[in-house]
């Protein structure tokens, strides 16, 4: 299973950001799909995580800011960030299960500037 993020990049306090990832390679289903950030000198932290239906999970540094979404036929989770801090500014990591094995995908960088 390979993961391909997208979106990411620089914004302003309070604004939006959106990042998507995508799964491809050879596998049956996928699992729980979602993202995960880490911080320098810190643990990798949970942000978000959608199950095969709909339940969601979030971390609680951003309930109620981030919403998780996906898109079952295109193996694809979204994460819709809004109201953005500066502590937000972090390495954003996408993972799914696929076959009760974890996958990780390359980190993209959001920052969000004061």
């Known amino acids: 299973v390979q993961l391909q993020a997208s979106g990411g990049g620089l914004v302003q306090a309070g604004g939006s950001l959106s990042l998507s990832c995508s799964a491809s390679?050879?596998?049956?289903?996928?699992?729980?799909m979602g993202w995960y950030r880490q911080a320098p000198g810190k643990q990798r932290e949970l942000v978000a995580l959608?199950?095969?239906?709909?339940?969601?999970i979030y971390g609680d540094s951003v309930k109620g800011r981030f919403t998780i979404s996906r898109d079952n036929a295109k193996n694809t989770v979204y994460l819709k960030m809004d109201s953005l801090k500066p502590e937000d500014t972090v390495v954003y990591y996408c993972?799914?299960?696929?076959?009760?094995?974890?996958?990780w995908g390359r980190g993209t960088l959001v920052t969000v500037s004061s």
């Open positions: 390679g050879r596998f049956v289903s996928v699992g729980f």
């Open positions: 959608i199950l095969g239906g709909s339940d969601t």
């Open positions: 993972k799914c299960d696929s076959g009760g094995s974890g996958y």
